[in-house]
């Protein structure tokens, strides 16, 4: 009797191999999309944290009715380092402005980041 797997055995565990890795790659896929977002709500987050920061260092921005402090004054202050500030999500570096705006709902400032400043 000859020892070794026969044709039919090895297409079998080529199919069963087949089907794990098309049940498992998009689950997995799939969770490192939900990381990539829940990084960047965290950079967000710490954005907002560093203009809240900056602004009680320069309580005179809060003469105005809306302010909008750009992420490049933060990196020039010290804030953040220069490398510190990468999208998780397209790798780029992140960009924006971060709106305070006080909110008589709230009866507090409220730090708002967006990709664009007006």
Same mark, same amino acid.
């Given at each position: 009797?000859?020892k070794g797997?026969?044709?039919v055995?090895?297409?079998? /565990?080529? %199919?069963v191999?087949g089907?794990?890795?098309?049940?498992?790659?998009?689950?997995? =896929?799939? *969770? &490192? @999309?939900s990381?990539?977002?829940?990084?960047?709500d965290?950079?967000?987050?710490?954005?907002?944290?560093r203009?809240?920061?900056?602004?009680s260092?320069?309580?005179?921005?809060l003469?105005?009715?809306? /302010?909008? %402090?750009p992420?490049?004054?933060?990196?020039?202050e010290?804030?953040?380092?220069? =490398?510190? *500030? &990468? @999208?998780?999500?397209?790798n780029?570096?992140?960009?924006?402005?971060?709106?305070?705006?006080?909110?008589s709902?709230?009866?507090k400032?409220?730090?708002?980041?967006?990709d664009?400043?007006?």
């Open positions: 009797m000859k797997f026969t044709l055995e090895l297409l079998a /565990v080529i %199919i191999i089907l794990v890795a098309g049940i498992t790659i998009p689950i997995v =896929d799939n *969770l &490192i @999309d990381g990539r977002i829940k990084a960047h965290e950079q967000v987050k710490m954005i907002e944290k203009a809240e920061d900056y602004v260092m320069h309580i005179n921005l003469d105005e009715e809306n /302010v909008y %402090i992420v490049d004054t933060l990196i020039t010290g804030y953040f380092d220069q =490398d510190e *500030l &990468i @999208d998780p999500i397209t780029e570096k992140m960009s924006g402005c971060v709106k305070v705006a006080y909110s709902v709230y009866d400032y409220t730090y708002t980041y967006g664009e400043c007006e």
